[in-house]
């Protein structure tokens, strides 16, 4: 048995326009909305791998939030994972994330947003497009000695590296350009914990 659909009644109106001029509660803007936003801050931790990048990232970030302010937290290994893992780690493609995670931190901060950036990405061409791009611009530089950077590989990439076995490991067989005029340089050789290295960042950058 075949049923039939029934036409429901539609009221037509004509539609009302009012002219601009008459316009009271609305006011126009002569400028994009994102113009009005007030940037959000880039803090931007970079360093070899191991150093504490993404665990001082994310406290940082936490502790935005607990502030009531939007942050959001870029971290390089899930970019990757993001970014459906489309480059590798050769020296270009490094390059070319690097650039990518710059973008993509400029776009979020004129929204609003303060991000924090945890990431190797050891290019001077990097660090001075990121200078000379994004307002609220902070770098932080983290370093440990190296027998603290293998103590902490779990990935075991720097002792595979040493012996030969791998390649492409930054500070290893790829160099490393540390930034020309770091904002902070952090020595996170492990004698403090994570939560009294951030408060010492918290401090540098004159925040609460």
């Known amino acids: 048995?075949?049923?039939?659909?029934?036409?429901?009644?539609?009221?037509r109106h004509s539609p009302s326009i009012t002219p601009l001029g008459k316009v009271?509660?609305?006011?126009?803007?002569?400028?994009?909305?994102?113009?009005?936003?007030?940037?959000?801050?880039?803090?931007?931790?970079?360093g070899l791998a191991c150093t504490g990048k993404t665990t001082l990232g994310r406290l940082l970030c936490s502790r935005f939030r607990s502030q009531g302010r939007s942050c959001i937290h870029?971290?390089?290994?899930?970019?990757?994972?993001?970014?459906?893992?489309?480059?590798?780690?050769?020296?270009?493609?490094?390059?070319?994330?690097?650039?990518?995670?710059?973008?993509?931190?400029?776009?979020?901060a004129e929204q609003g947003i303060d991000v924090v950036c945890s990431t190797i990405s050891l290019f001077h061409e990097v660090q001075r497009w990121n200078r000379a791009?994004?307002?609220?611009y902070y770098e932080i530089l983290l370093r440990a000695p190296l027998p603290v950077l293998i103590a902490r590989d779990r990935k075991?990439?720097?002792?595979?590296?040493?012996r030969g076995e791998i390649d492409n490991v930054v500070g290893v067989d790829l160099p490393a350009q540390e930034p020309e005029h770091p904002d902070i340089i952090i020595e996170n050789d492990g004698s403090r914990s994570p939560e009294s290295v951030l408060d010492l960042l918290v401090r540098a950058l004159g925040l609460r």
């Open 1 to 11: 048995m075949s049923t039939r659909l029934r036409a429901l009644p539609v009221e």
């Open 24 to 46: 009271e509660s609305q006011t126009i803007y002569p400028y994009p909305l994102a113009s009005l936003v007030r940037p959000g801050r880039v803090y931007w931790l970079t």
């Open 74 to 108: 870029l971290d390089g290994d899930e970019l990757r994972e993001a970014f459906d893992n489309d480059l590798g780690h050769g020296f270009g493609d490094r390059w070319r994330s690097a650039r990518r995670y710059s973008r993509l931190s400029r776009i979020l």
């Open 133 to 136: 791009h994004i307002r609220n």
């Open 156 to 162: 075991t990439l720097y002792s595979r590296a040493l």
